[in-house]
Each structure stands twice: as C-alpha cells, then as structure tokens.
C-alpha cells in the first residue's frame, strides 16, 4: 500500500510539473503575443483596404487563407485517429499520447474558422452562410460540421480532465488561488466514486463513435468544396478519399512534432518513450502509403486520359511553374520519409521529428497546390488582362495574416499545455495501480 502511495505521488509530481506558470512562459507568451499584434495590423490593413491587399483577383478567388483551412481542417484529424480509432482497437499504448492529440485537434479546429473569416474580408460576412446559405451547398454543411466536430474534440479533451481538475485543486497548493479556483470549477464535485468512472467511461464511448463519422464527414465535405466543379485538376471522384488520407498523414506528422517539443520541455521520457515513437512512426508508414496510392490515382486517371485542360493544368505540376515545388514536396514530403521510416534508425524520436518536420511542412504546401495551379487555368482564356489578375503570389500582408493564424494555434497549444497536464494523471495512477495488482 505504501509503494503504491509514493508510485502515486511520483506520477502526480512528474505530470503536474509542467501547470507552473514560470518567467519562461512569460516571456513567450509576451512574444507571441507582439507577432499577433503586428498579423492584427495586417489583417486591419485588409479589412480597410479589402482584399485587393491580398494577391487574389478574379481569376485567382482563392489563396494560401483556404490552403490553410483545408490544412488546418486536415491537422485536426489526428484527434479522431490517434485519440477514437485506436482506443476503441484496444491499443492500450496509445494512453499517455491521447490528450495531446485532443489538445492538437481541439487547437486547429477552433482557429480553422478565422481562415475561412479572412478569406471572406470582412469578419461579419461569417453570418451570410447562416442567413442565406443554401441547403445543398457543401460550404454551408462544411461550417456546421466543422463546430459539430469542434464541441465533439472539446468534449473529448475536457471530459477525461475533470478528475485532473479534482486533483490539481487538491494537491496544488503553490499555484495563484485564480488557478485553483479554476480546477475547482471545472472538476465538478468529482469525487471517484463507481457512479462517475462509470459515466465518464460511457460518456467517452459514445464521442469516441461520434468523432469518426464527424471527422470523415467534415474533411470530405471540405473536399466536395473543391470536386462538385468541373474545374481541371478539382474534378475527381476520389477527393474525399485523397483529403482524409491526407489528412491522416498531416495529423500524424503534428502529432510528432508535439510529443518531441512536450517531451522534452516538460521532461516526459519515462512516459512518452522510444516506443511511443516507433509505434506512430510504424503507424505514419501505414497512413503514408495509402495515401501514396490515392495520390498516384489522382494523377494517373486524368494523365492517362489527357483531356484539353487536364493537360494544362498537368504539365504546370510535373514540367512547368510549379513542377520544383510539387517534385520536391513529393520526394521530401511523402516518398522519401515513408522509405525512411521503414528503418528502426529513423524511428527514433530526434530523427523522427526531423522527418516529421518535412511531412508537416510539406503537407501544407500540398495543400497549396491542391487550390492554386487549378485556379491559374481557368477553362476560358484570359485575353487583354494584367498579369497579376491571372496568376496568383502572396503579398505580405496576405502572409502576415496567414502566419497568425498559425501564432493563434501556437498560443492555444502552449496555454493548454500549461494549465493542465499534457498526460492524463488520473488514467496514468489507475494503470500503475491495476498492472501492481496484476
């Protein structure tokens, strides 16, 4: 009994350490704060000026603000895959990784919106798709499902918080007392009674259903976004396949990258180990390869067949303006880690999130290349225009905004990560206590 006691307070003190609010966290939240201020200057730039400011035209409506939705909609996946899909298969290893793939998913859901706001140019132009959003558009069902799947990974990352809550207004006594009053809020009158671990467990089985659907459905809508036009390069019957896999391969490469930055700063090694990483390094081959195979059909069905604008659009990837761009975010982004990957050197966690880092980066450039070229081919000609009104390049204004909205999900994710523990210290102190039972 004694040794399960220190077992307990070893886990309490190891995962709780990281709720300080120290000078350090000060200071970076103080300078991602300064590089949101300077976005906000841009983004009221816009706003003033209207979208004339960004590098988009008539031809070219769209930009790198609906590549970062669909990127950023593509990220939030990971949580229904690492957080529902292998919890429901008993992978029981997968434990102390589900809370930060919720804090991941929950941070790119909410801020993907303010892509889609700054697209629009003016932030009350939200409220149109509401008023007058058709039924049958898949931009209406887009937004609807992306705050159904937004409360669905709030639920998911908040639920299984209440007992921490409980314990941290218990055990923490060093902490401000707005901070304490906070846990106490939110944990509920939880007590661990059979009575609550029996609804908490079935509150979670029924989200943990729900997400998939709700995560399939939204990345597949966003999709359709694209592939209900009969724009070359857009008009294809596997787009809602090729996102979600896509989607599954971004997620895995963030989930990475925040397992490596958690562990190390909050010093997690005996709980996110080498093993936690060969395990989503096996699980990043299997994600990739599939999707691989839907990226090659999207290719080769419209090669093969070479329609007139097909073409066009075809031959600006593989051989014209963007062809180093979409050879190298292929090669770096998707062929050569999966190759990688299959060696137990590169599953290591520093090699691994040095991998990872292409993967994410190039995911987004995927993204980039998904929206651009096709808008740059339009099916009638463009005759005794500017250049600038039939091709499309960032201005700085329009890279600025863009960047914070990344400063935004940096900002959620380093909050969250610091008010309450990135590993779940209730379900933690239960395994240790039913494995010393065993």
């Known amino acids: 009994m004694i040794v399960q006691e220190e077992k307990k307070n070893i886990i309490i003190k190891d995962l709780t350490r990281n709720i300080r609010l120290t000078n350090r966290f000060h200071i970076w939240m103080g300078f991602l704060t300064l590089c949101l201020i300077f976005c906000l200057f841009a983004y009221y730039k816009q706003i003033r000026y209207g979208l004339g400011v960004t590098g988009m035209r008539d031809y070219v409506s769209w930009g790198i603000y609906i590549s970062t939705f669909i990127f950023f909609v593509a990220t939030s996946l990971t949580g229904m895959l690492i957080c529902s899909i292998l919890v429901l298969l008993g992978q029981k290893w997968i434990a102390p990784l589900v809370r930060i793939s919720e804090i991941i998913a929950l941070s790119f859901a909410v801020v993907a919106g303010l892509a889609i706001i700054a697209d629009m140019g003016h932030p009350e132009r939200l409220l149109y798709i509401f008023i007058y959003g058709r039924f049958k558009s898949p931009v209406l069902w887009d937004v609807v499902l992306l705050i159904v799947y937004t409360i669905i990974c709030l639920l998911l990352y908040f639920i ?8 941290l207004h218990e055990r923490s006594t060093d902490i401000p007392s707005w901070q304490r009053k906070t846990y106490r809020f939110l944990s509920f009158n939880w007590k661990g009674s059979t009575e609550q671990n029996s609804l908490m467990a079935k ?6 259903i729900m997400i998939i659907p ?9 999709s359709w976004l694209f592939a209900l036009t009969p724009r070359a390069g857009w008009n294809s019957t596997i787009f809602g396949p090729y996102f979600v896999t896509g989607a599954f391969v971004t997620g895995v490469s963030a989930m990475v990258l925040v ?3 958690f562990r190390k700063i909050y010093g997690l090694k005996d709980y996110i180990t080498n093993m936690h990483f060969d395990k989503i390094a096996r699980l990043f081959v299997l994600v990739s390869l599939i999707y691989l195979y839907f990226s090659i059909n999207k290719y080769i069905v419209p090669a093969y067949k070479m329609q007139k604008y097909e073409s066009v659009y075809l031959h600006e990837l593989v051989a014209g303006r963007y062809a180093p761009l979409f050879w190298t975010i292929q090669i770096t982004g998707l062929i050569l880690p999966t190759i990688l990957l299959l060696f137990n050197f590169f599953r290591k966690p520093l090699q691994l999130f040095i991998i990872s880092i292409f993967v994410f980066t190039g995911s987004w450039f995927i993204r980039y290349l998904i929206v ?6 339009p099916f009638l000609p463009a005759q005794n225009l500017p250049e600038k009104f039939v091709s499309y390049t960032p201005t700085p204004v329009e890279t600025t905004i863009t960047i914070g909205i990344f400063i935004v999900v940096i900002m959620i994710i380093s909050i969250l990560s610091k008010l309450f523990p990135v590993i779940p210290v209730y379900q933690t102190i239960e395994a240790t206590t039913n494995e010393t039972a065993d």
Do not use: Q, R
Request: proline share 9%.
């Open 203 to 208: 509150a979670m089985k029924i989200l943990l």
């Open 214 to 222: 709700a995560a399939l459905a939204i990345h597949t809508i966003t």
């Open 259 to 261: 397992m490596y930055i």
């Open 372 to 377: 651009v070229p096709v808008m740059e081919n």
């Open 160 to 167: 299984p918080l209440i007992p921490d809550a409980a314990l």
